[in-house]
């Protein structure tokens, strides 16, 4: 089988929807899935110092459209209408597709719904982006509840296009369901690829930063955007200080909110023991940011999964964090986290309980390992495969009926 991947975004922009395409791809090929994807091209400039490097070959199968700036955003990208639609009907003629998978609901959601039309052949879709919510962060001015009302109806209007729509959470898929998503809609979750669990060395990363390997260092690894909810762990910060005046706070991801936190460090007199890495690589400065880290917190209330939180727990670092959506799905029992209230002293307390007693941190540790096993990307892409599979015989089931009734 081979499936025609479409999205608006992917690396070198680093965000979950780049890091389950890439995993999916890797492993769906194991599962004798091929995949092409189709994504914007991006300069240095709107990578977040993430650029590819001219040395290094492109991934196998991915196929890049030109693309213009995204307005207040220097993130993400455009891609041009005219290339892409260009480069869809160059692939119609060298390859055949039996569907098209999209991930993202902007350009790439149109283009992917007008070429499964014309191939005829089956659109399904990743619901990765809680819309709602972002809305509320990105449109201020725009009231919450017509905001809500937007998102739901557009939300609803595309899913109508699709033969099938994928939640990363279970959470997410009752979401859908609400919205009054009426396409059929399976939860496959992003899983973790084997290099998520090889040890990373926190003394490696400790050292290169500069912070003393004595310090309690708390983590947090995620776009650094509103929706994020990162000013509320910077309030809880505060209070863990009053107890723990040589704890340390560690951000490291990029994105438009770095230099609201920045001044809100300043204000709320942390600046000194908050420490913004950026981006980092994932295959070693990442998972050692996380082997160094003695708490991993999180407050987002917009994931409709939360990788982080995974790949966090496969590091065997505790966790504290709040429960919403789609991290409601994966903070299960026994997981190797503490799942807290967004109230700062209360989530303080639950942070300050793992670092003042090792026993409890070296239990949550040993529960994490385990539990993050669970959810290798073999198992999700297998649970892929088989809904492509499914699809496309009940397209090809459709087709029949169809020819079958215009002979009578």
């Given at each position: 089988?081979?499936?025609?991947?479409?999205?608006?975004?992917?690396?070198?922009?680093?965000?979950?929807?780049s890091?389950?395409?890439?995993?999916?791809?890797?492993?769906?090929?194991?599962a004798?899935?091929?995949?092409?994807?189709?994504?914007?091209?991006?300069?240095?400039?709107?990578?977040?110092?993430?650029?590819?490097?001219?040395?290094?070959?492109?991934?196998?199968?991915?196929?890049?459209?030109?693309?213009?700036?995204?307005?207040?955003?220097?993130?993400?990208?455009?891609?041009?209408?005219?290339?892409?639609?260009?480069?869809?009907?160059?692939?119609?003629?060298?390859?055949?597709?039996?569907?098209?998978?999209?991930?993202?609901?902007?350009?790439?959601?149109?283009?992917?719904?007008?070429?499964g039309?014309?191939?005829?052949?089956?659109?399904?879709?990743?619901?990765?982006?809680?819309?709602?919510?972002?809305?509320?962060?990105?449109?201020?001015?725009?009231?919450?509840?017509?905001?809500?009302?937007?998102?739901?109806?557009f939300?609803?209007?595309?899913?109508?296009?699709?033969?099938?729509?994928?939640?990363?959470?279970?959470?997410?898929?009752?979401?859908?369901?609400?919205?009054?998503?009426?396409?059929?809609?399976?939860?496959?979750?992003?899983?973790?690829?084997?290099?998520?669990?090889?040890?990373?060395?926190?003394?490696?990363?400790?050292?290169?930063?500069g912070?003393?390997?004595?310090r309690?260092l708390?983590?947090?690894?995620?776009?650094?955007?509103?929706?994020?909810?990162?000013?509320?762990?910077?309030?809880?910060?505060?209070?863990?200080?009053?107890?723990?005046?040589?704890?340390?706070?560690?951000?490291?991801?990029?994105?438009?909110?770095?230099?609201?936190?920045?001044?809100?460090?300043?204000?709320?007199?942390?600046?000194q023991?908050?420490?913004?890495?950026?981006?980092?690589?994932?295959?070693?400065?990442?998972?050692?940011?996380?082997?160094?880290?003695?708490?991993?917190?999180?407050?987002?209330?917009?994931?409709?999964?939360?990788?982080?939180?995974?790949?966090?727990?496969?590091?065997?670092?505790?966790?504290?964090?709040?429960?919403?959506?789609?991290?409601?799905?994966?903070?299960?029992?026994?997981?190797?986290?503490?799942?807290a209230?967004?109230q700062?002293?209360?989530?303080?307390?639950?942070?300050?309980?793992?670092?003042?007693?090792?026993?409890?941190?070296?239990?949550?540790?040993?529960?994490?390992?385990?539990?993050?096993?669970?959810?290798?990307?073999?198992?999700?892409?297998?649970?892929?495969?088989?809904?492509?599979?499914?699809?496309?015989?009940?397209?090809v089931?459709?087709?029949?009926?169809?020819?079958?009734?215009?002979?009578?």
């Open positions: 089988m081979r499936v025609l991947f479409i999205s608006d975004v992917y690396f070198p922009r680093v965000n979950g929807v890091t389950s395409i890439r995993t999916f791809r890797a492993d769906l090929a194991t004798g899935v091929e995949t092409v994807l189709v994504a914007p091209t991006y300069p240095a400039a709107a990578a977040g110092h993430t650029a590819p490097d001219p040395a290094v070959p492109e991934e196998a199968g991915v196929v890049r459209v030109s693309s213009s700036g995204v307005i207040g955003d220097a993130e993400d990208r455009r891609m041009h209408w005219g290339a892409l639609r260009t480069t869809l009907d160059a692939l119609s003629c060298t390859q055949h597709f039996d569907l098209v998978h999209v991930h993202t609901p902007f350009v790439a959601h149109y283009a992917g719904v007008g070429f039309r014309r191939q005829r052949i089956p659109v399904i879709a990743t619901y990765h982006t809680f819309f709602e919510e972002y809305l509320h962060h990105y449109v201020p001015l725009l009231p919450r509840v017509v905001g809500r009302a937007v998102a739901r109806r939300t609803r209007s595309q899913c109508a296009e699709l033969a099938a729509v994928i939640a990363p959470s279970e959470p997410m898929r009752a979401l859908l369901s609400e919205y009054g998503v009426r396409a059929r809609t399976t939860v496959i979750p992003t899983g973790l690829p084997p290099d998520r669990f090889v040890q990373g060395v926190g003394a490696r990363f400790r050292a290169q930063y912070l003393s390997p004595e309690p708390l983590l947090y690894v995620g776009r650094v955007a509103h929706e994020k909810n990162i000013e509320f762990l910077l309030q809880m910060f505060v209070e863990v200080r009053r107890v723990r005046p040589d704890a340390l706070l560690v951000i490291a991801g990029e994105g438009p909110a770095r230099a609201s936190l920045r001044a809100q460090t300043l204000a709320l007199g942390i600046a023991d908050v420490v913004f890495v950026g981006y980092l690589e994932r295959n070693r400065a990442l998972v050692d940011c996380y082997a160094a880290a003695d708490v991993f917190v999180f407050a987002s209330r917009t994931e409709t999964q939360g990788l982080v939180l995974l790949e966090a727990l496969a590091q065997g670092r505790p966790v504290v964090s709040t429960a919403y959506l789609g991290t409601a799905s994966v903070l299960q029992p026994n997981c190797g986290a503490h799942v209230p967004e700062p002293d209360v989530f303080a307390d639950a942070v300050l309980h793992v670092l003042d007693d090792p026993a409890r941190a070296a239990l949550l540790s040993a529960q994490a390992r385990t539990y993050a096993a669970s959810w290798t990307s073999a198992r999700m892409a297998a649970r892929l495969a088989e809904l492509y599979a499914e699809v496309a015989r009940g397209s089931s459709a087709a029949s009926t169809l020819a079958a009734a215009a002979l009578r």
